[in-house]
Nanobody, 117 residues
Framework: QVQLTENGGGLVQPGGSLRLSCTAS????????MGWFRQAPGQQREYVAR???????DYADSVKGRFTISGDSAKGTIFLQMNNLRPEDTAVYYC???????????WGQGTQVTVSS
C-alpha cells in the first residue's frame, strides 16, 4: 500500500525550468524503483525517467540532456528537474513506483506542466 503525491507543476515559458517532486507514503520500504511518466492531451502515456533503489537511472531519449531525475526511491522521494522546456513537454506528469513484488505498481494523481509563451 503506497500513495504517491506529485507537486511542482505549473505554467512556464519555452526554455524555462520546473522542478517536480514526488513523495510516497505508506509502505515505503516495499518500493523498488520510482519514476515519471507523462501524458499529453490526446496522446498515450509516455515514459520519462526512472531511478531504482540500487542506483540505476534511465531517461527517455526525448528528455536526455534536459531532464534530471534525483532523490532516493528507498526513501520514497524523487524529483524531476526539467530544463530547457519545450511546448511538446506539455503534459500531465505522473509519479510512479514499483513494488519489490514484480507487477505491483502505484501511480500518483498527476501534476500539470504547461509550456507556452
Amino acid at each position: 500500500q503506497v500513495q504517491l503525491t506529485e507537486n511542482g507543476g505549473g505554467l512556464v515559458q519555452p526554455g524555462g525550468s520546473l522542478r517536480l517532486s514526488c513523495t510516497a507514503s505508506g509502505s515505503i520500504s516495499s518500493i523498488y524503483d520510482m519514476g515519471w511518466f507523462r501524458q499529453a492531451p490526446g496522446q498515450q502515456r509516455e515514459y520519462v525517467a526512472r531511478t531504482s533503489r540500487d542506483g540505476y537511472i534511465d531517461y527517455a531519449d526525448s528528455v536526455k540532456g534536459r531532464f534530471t531525475i534525483s532523490g532516493d526511491s528507498a526513501k520514497g522521494t524523487i524529483f524531476l528537474q526539467m530544463n530547457n522546456l519545450r511546448p511538446e513537454d506539455t503534459a500531465v506528469y505522473y509519479c510512479t513506483a514499483n513494488h519489490v513484488v514484480p507487477g505491483r505498481n502505484y501511480w500518483g494523481q498527476g501534476t500539470q506542466v504547461t509550456v507556452s509563451s
